[in-house]
Each structure stands twice: as C-alpha cells, then as structure tokens.
C-alpha cells in the first residue's frame, strides 16, 4: 500500500506535468510542432525516470524513518526545480541553436545524488541485497556525469538531444543490470502495480485541468451555450474513459507470478503516462482554437488530441497481451471500432461541424474498450490468467 510519505512526493509531480503539459500545449498551438514534441518528450523521460526510480526503491527499502523522510524531501525539491527549467528547454529547442536544459539538469542531478545517498545506505546492510544496491548507485553515478557533463560544455542542439538519448540508454540499461545482481531488490509487485496506477491518476488529472480551460474558453468566447455542455461531456468522458480502461491491466497478477516482466512494464509505462499528459495537453490546444488564439486548423488541433490517445490506447493493448502472453481477436475488433470512431471525428470537422460536437465523438473513443470489456472482455481476462500465468 502506498505510504503518506509517497503520495506527498506524487504532488511534485503534478507541477512537472502541468508546466510541461501547458508548454506542449503553447508548442502545439502555434504551429511548433517538432520542437515542442522533442522538448515534451525529453522532459517526459526525466519526470518519469525520477519518479519510477523512487519508486522501485521506495517498494523495497521504505524505512520511513527521520533520515529517509529528509532525503526524499530533498529529491523533491529537486522536482520543483527541474519543473522551473522546463520552458527554458522548450525556448531554446524552439530556437533551435543551444539546448539550454541546465536548470532542469540541475534538479535532476539533485534528485539523483539524493537517490545514490538512498541506494549506499541500503548496501549498508552487505548481504546479497546490498551488492544489488551498489550497483544501482554505480548506475546512477555514471548516468550523472554525464548530465553533469551537458551544463559544463556548451553542445550545440543536435549533439545535446544525442547525448541526451545516449545517457537514457544507460539509465535505462542500468536498473536492468542492477536487478540481475545476486537476485535484485525485494519490490513488491501489488505495491508497485498500485503505485504506477496513482502515477496515471496524476497523469490524468491534466485531462480535468484540459477540460477546464477548454470550457473557460468556450464561456469567455460564447457565453453559456449547449457548446458548453459538450465541451464538458468530451473533457470529462474522455478522461474518465482513460481512467476506466487503464485498470483493466492485469498488472500486479502479472508481476507476481513473473517478476522478469517488470522491465518492459515499467519502461513501457513511460509513454502510456507521456501520452495521458499529452492528451490533456490536447484539450488545451482545443481551448486556444475555440477562442480563436491557435494558429493552426482544426484537423491539426483534433491531430493533438488523437495522436496521443492512440498512442495511449494502442500502449495499454500492447502491454495486456505482453502481461498475459496473448493476442486477444476481441483486442483487434475493438481497436477497429475504435480506429472507426477517431475517424468519425475527423469526418465530422471535415463536414464543417464545430470543435465541441468532434471532441464529443473523439471522446467516445476510450468507450469502445469500455463497453467490450464489460460485455465481453472481462471472461477472456480471467481465461487468460489462468491459462497462461496460473492465475484465476
């Protein structure tokens, strides 16, 4: 069960996820499609990253004693601050000469030297665990000096989103390696299942701040109307709709019976959760074209909305049949439907019919899944746990 202390940490998060969120927005909107892509993108990891770091560890070796309690309380200052740096990052990708990610860096880095300090002080208890946690601050370690390395010298554009790539491989290799020392670390997999779903529920909550300005902008622009309700209804079911289909995962009956399934889990969650925040970013760029202040058509402005939701929808299909080991036909049909609705939606602003009433349909998107899953979806769930992981 997740602790006080963790959920508080959560909250950092949300400030990270609403500047990026809100920066993407302002990107997409004024046509900066590339660089507001790249930079989302590159903030996405490093929110995620320190998050999922934490958290692994968190689910192993939670002292919750005064000592642990300060360290985590230093990591997330380190999230505030990498929040701060974020539109500077975008600026200068936007700009396209110098990535200008120091601020950002620099609250990684201290996240990160918190979480070394964690991982040396769990080594200390120096059985087969500690030489796993070694391992780990080793990881950390080498992934820092190179972070360190992109504030020292001023890389131009491309060579610093290279060597950013270059450097998340090795975070990303490093906890893969790390887990193969002397059996890893003991996580818990329901601990660990229930903490990535609260780490979706923030994610989501971009969807509800969407909404808002969506609505405020629909208001401000024509004043109460039946737009207003459908502006509502679209925000609201689609974000309740991505909740909805996000707990059909069978993750923690997965992870228990087969802990090597982690990785790609864990890993694969990064873009399931980046595309949850794009999604509501999305809403936003809706909100700036209903006031008339986005400087792109509507198609593009419905494009921002969909392609993350896609990605979201096809990300949750492709971890399910890598948890239970199975290609469901019923996944294929109700992807096909779905596909049929996102198209809807399009033919419908190609119609000439107004941004609400194509958000209203887009939004009936997540229902599809919805509805097979109940009628139909949930037998073939229990089946396959059992036929596959021995779990009913």
Known sequence: MASPLELLFDLTFVIAFGVAASQLAHGLAEGHFLSAVTGFGFCSFAICWAWINFTWFASAFDTDDWLYRLVTM??????????????????????????????????????????????????????????????????????????????????????????????????????????????????????????????????????????????????????????????????????????????????????????????????????????????????HVAANFIEHKAHIGPMATLLTVAVPLAIFLGGLYALYSYLVESADMLHRWLLLATACVVLLAFLASWAGLSMPVCLVILSLAPAVSVVGYELWGHRHRTAALHENLGNG
């Not at 000096?145 to 010298?153: E, P, S, T």
């Not at 059909?248 to 802990?259: C, D, F, H, I, V």
């Open 74 to 283: 230093i990591q997330m200052m380190g999230v505030l601050v990498l929040a701060i740096g974020i539109p500077r990052m975008f600026a200068s990708i936007e700009h396209g000469e110098h990535l200008d990610n120091s601020v950002m860096v620099f609250g990684y880095v201290i996240m990160r030297v918190a979480m070394i300090f964690q991982w040396l002080r769990a080594a200390r208890q120096g059985d087969n665990q500690g030489r796993a946690c070694h391992a780990y601050a080793t990881a950390i370690s080498i992934a820092q000096i190179g972070w360190i390395a992109q504030i020292v010298f001023d890389f131009s554009l491309g060579v610093s989103l290279v060597f950013g790539a270059i450097l998340a491989v090795i975070e990303l290799t490093g906890p893969y390696i790390a887990e193969r020392v002397s059996g890893g670390t003991p996580w818990h997999p329901h601990h660990i299942a229930e903490r990535y779903s609260l780490f979706a529920i923030i994610a989501l909550g971009e969807g509800i701040v969407g909404t808002v300005a969506t609505l405020s902008a629909v208001i401000d622009s024509e004043g109460f109307s039946p737009g207003v309700g459908l502006v509502g209804l679209a925000g609201i079911g689609l974000t309740f709709g991505m909740w909805w289909i996000y707990y059909l995962l069978p993750s923690a009956e997965a992870l228990e019976e087969k802990r090597e399934k982690s990785f790609l889990w864990g890993y694969g969650h990064m873009a399931i959760i980046a595309s949850i925040v794009a999604t509501g970013a999305g809403l």
